[in-house]
């Protein structure tokens, strides 16, 4: 056909070489970018679809739950044998088979209590697609503690918003909840062992087309920051699916938000949690700032599950995210169980000898 439109060039045959024809794009900068991405349901899918797809090099993907039935409507990167297995193994697989040169590290965990702040600490680029505040708020303070900006998304039904917290200098995502919002976060956080029946009560209506526009709105704000373009920071992108209208918010910055406190910068430590018993690493921290230094972990740690009915008590030292439906039960009386918990060592307690690993630090 004589009237095709024929682009010659040294890497025409190149699998980036169409990303390539932008002025600004570099491909390589792609290639060096390390992703933390949280949540891998069906907006998850279409996130990790598209960084594969643009040559993202590594990808740390988190999630706590497995492939279902439901997901297979919504979700690109799922298959029905895939049912009962880990999302983020899942995942992981298939967005190293659309991009073989992609290095993509699954991790099935709760957000919340099992993921540690090395993790943010080593990301370029935070992607979430969550589906709680509980879960947001916890990125959000991870990532303001890390000094990093982290791109959120959400969808129901046919709306969706995609929008770009810097809490270092900008609105965070706490800044954006007013009290309705507190209240039902506190509510969500008083009970710690939620049944599966009840976590399903949470679902929302959810849409593939809406998950492809909203995930391809946060992967266009990712590809920007990479490169260091203007990014929606402290906005948000509001899409209508019924309506097709679009339009920007600008969120305000709350200068009383406990995410805005100044920390201490984070430091990284030639120790593993695996090693390191708890009494050694108290010692540790008060060689460097005193006899009287406390431990102050970042999310509250299981101590035991108390039956308040019988007051049957069980020493459990593993993460609150971890805990089943069954163990959450009294064996007893089958009455729900309360969690003993605690968030500060002081070298009073009986588990110094055990190694941070032992009582749910996370690895990272």
Not at 2 to 29: H, N
Request: aromatic share 6%.
């Amino acid at each position: 056909m004589d009237d095709v439109l024929r682009l010659s060039g040294v890497r025409g045959d190149d699998r980036f070489s169409r990303f390539e024809l932008i002025s600004w794009w570099d491909q390589e900068r792609l290639s060096r970018t390390r992703v933390l991405l949280i949540g891998v349901g069906a907006l998850g899918n279409e996130l990790l679809k598209n960084l594969a797809l643009l040559g993202v090099g590594r990808i740390f993907v988190a999630d706590l739950d497995v492939v279902e039935d439901a997901n297979l409507s919504r979700s690109v990167l799922f298959r029905p044998e895939d049912c009962g297995q880990p999302k983020a193994e899942v995942a992981a697989r298939r967005a190293a088979e659309i991009y073989p040169e992609l290095l993509v590290r699954p991790f099935s965990g709760n957000v919340v209590y099992d993921l540690g702040l090395g993790v943010f600490r080593w990301a370029d680029v935070i992607l979430a697609g969550l589906d709680n505040r509980e879960a947001r708020v916890a990125v959000d303070r991870a990532a303001a503690r890390s000094g990093k900006v982290w791109i959120d998304g959400a969808i129901e039904r046919l709306t969706g918003v995609a929008r770009v917290f810097d809490p270092a200098g900008g609105p965070c995502y706490e800044c954006t909840m007013n009290e309705v919002d507190w209240k039902m976060l506190e509510a969500r956080r008083s009970c710690a062992l939620l049944s599966r029946e009840e976590l399903l009560e949470g679902k929302v209506p959810t849409t593939l087309t809406t998950a492809s526009v909203i995930a391809g709105i946060q992967c266009q704000e990712a590809v920007k920051l990479i490169h260091g373009l203007d990014i929606l920071s402290g906005k948000g992108f509001v899409f209508d699916g019924m309506t097709h209208q679009s339009y920007l918010v600008t969120y305000p910055r709350d200068e009383t938000c406990p995410s805005h406190e100044a920390d201490a910068p984070l430091e990284r430590l030639d120790a593993s949690v695996g090693r390191t018993r708890v009494g050694e690493f108290l010692e540790r921290v008060r060689s460097d700032l005193g006899p009287e230094a406390i431990v102050e972990t970042n999310s509250d740690l299981l101590r035991a599950l108390r039956c308040p009915r019988c007051s049957d008590e069980t020493p459990m030292f593993t993460s609150l995210g971890q805990v089943t439906e069954k163990e959450g039960r009294c064996p007893r009386c089958g009455e729900h169980r309360v969690p003993e918990t605690f968030h500060t060592i002081d070298g009073r307690e009986p588990f110094l000898d055990r190694t941070l690993g032992e009582i749910s630090v996370p690895p990272w």
